[in-house]
T-cell receptor, first 112, second 106 residues
Framework: DAGITQSPRYKITETGRQVTLMCHQTWSHSYMFWYRQDLGHGLRLIYYSAAADITDKGEVPDGYVVSRSKTENFPLTLESATRSQTSVYFCASILDRGYEQYFGPGTRLTVT | KNEVEQSPQNLTAQEGEFITINCSYSVGISALHWLQQHPGGGIVSLFM???GKKKHGRLIATINIQEKHSSLHITASHPRDSAVYIC????????FGTGTRLTIIP
């Protein structure tokens, strides 16, 4: 019972590089989310998806791209990483609207 | 002004004490969530509620819709309760408070 996993768990990249963070869930949950967590800001929603091929922006989408071709996967791509994107990224999923969220273990990304 | 405000930001207490963490929100909501994040990062959902009160073990969450306020209580606190407690509002898209760091001293 793997649940929701994220990879990599730690990543160091250089400014301007493209990097993709992976999120995989085994529950067939409809909704998936990407958040970033920064000191002083708490958790903020980047993008979310209500189902395969349906995605929408959250509070802080600039500089990020998502896709969801399969229900179980929701990758987050930083097209040209910037130092301001240094953060801890959490993926989450819910079965449907009105259910509690399940979070992945997080990916700590450092952009140098 | 943040839509979700938590107080206190930091709380240190002795083992066994009764703990209360508060959350106030400024928007109409469909649901309120309490989450727990231990050092090292994992986030776990404790409660999701839209009215009244819920209880799991030593944890109790209450919500007052008219006053736009929720509280998380911990009875007989233990060092393993040391964590950051996060309040969030929303049905699927969540808006989060900045968290309350709780430290329980043996």
């Amino acid at each position: 019972d793997a649940g929701i996993t994220q990879s990599p768990r730690y990543k160091i990249t250089e400014t301007g590089r493209q990097v993709t963070l992976m999120c995989h869930q085994t529950w067939s949950h409809s909704y998936m989310f990407w958040y970033r967590q920064d000191l002083g800001h708490g958790l903020r929603l980047i993008y979310y998806s209500a189902a395969a091929d349906i995605t929408d922006k959250g509070e802080v989408p600039d500089g990020y791209v998502v896709s969801r071709s399969k229900t179980e996967n929701f990758p987050l791509t930083l097209e040209s990483a910037t130092r301001s994107q240094t953060s801890v990224y959490f993926c989450a999923s819910i079965l449907d609207r009105g259910y509690e969220q399940y979070f992945g273990p997080g990916t700590r990304l450092t952009v140098t | 002004k943040n839509e979700v405000e938590q107080s206190p930001q930091n709380l240190t207490a002795q083992e066994g004490e009764f703990i209360t963490i508060n959350c106030s929100y400024s928007v109409g909501i469909s649901a309120l969530h309490w989450l727990q994040q231990h050092p090292g990062g994992g986030i776990v959902s404790l409660f999701m509620l839209s009215s009244g009160k819920k209880k799991h073990g030593r944890l109790i969450a209450t919500i007052n819709i008219q006053e736009k306020h929720s509280s998380l209580h911990i009875t007989a606190s233990h060092p393993r309760d040391s964590a950051v407690y996060i309040c969030a509002v929303g049905y699927e898209k969540l808006t989060f408070g900045t968290g309350t760091r709780l430290t329980i001293i043996p």
